[in-house]
């Protein structure tokens, strides 16, 4: 800008804005409502709002960080104690769900260790394999030849079986 610059080129704007004068003496009836809103429905509930989020913040809960408690196996359940069926079921689920995901793990580390040594894969990738031979072979001993409807009871069975084969083995072995 210049030192001394033209007040008339350049007009001042002025300092107050003019209010304009009320013609009616009658009350603006949006006015009316907007205020009975704001007092009767927005403040309360801005108020409950703001009150829930500052007990949030307080505890925060991490659903992925969710920590189920361990519930008795399916065999520690008393006879006819069907919540206790359900609860060890849900919880044979969940560990169902668990082990395929390690599964999962392992065999996509296997993968990676394939992908990434080459023609070196047999000997640079030898633990991972091995890591996942005993991996899968300890899920198809618990959770093989289930099927799809498999549950905990069926489960239960099938290591009630296997341990009795590898009791008769052992006496046979012994004798």
Known sequence: ?????????????????????????VPNPVNIFQTVFNYVV???VTFIREWIERQQA???FYYYHQ????????SECLEGDYLCYFEAEAQWR??????????????ERVGA?????????????????????QV???????????????????CLMKQKHRMMEEM???AAASQ
């Open 136 to 154: 899968t072979k300890a899920y198809q001993d618990r959770y093989g030849d289930l099927g799809v409807h498999g549950n905990a009871r069926s």
């Open 168 to 170: 008769k083995k052992k």
């Open 67 to 74: 920590k189920f408690r361990r519930v008795p196996d399916l």
């Open 1 to 25: 800008l210049p030192e001394d610059p033209d007040w008339k080129a350049y007009k001042v704007p002025p300092t107050r804005t003019p209010v304009s004068e009320r013609i009616t003496s």
């Open 58 to 60: 307080k505890n925060k």
């Open 42 to 44: 927005d403040a309360p």
């Open 94 to 107: 969940r560990d169902r769900m668990v082990d395929q995901e390690i599964v999962e793990i392992i065999r």
């Open 113 to 133: 260790c394939k992908q990434r040594e080459g023609p070196n894969q047999l000997q640079n990738c030898a633990k991972e394999v091995e890591l996942l031979a």
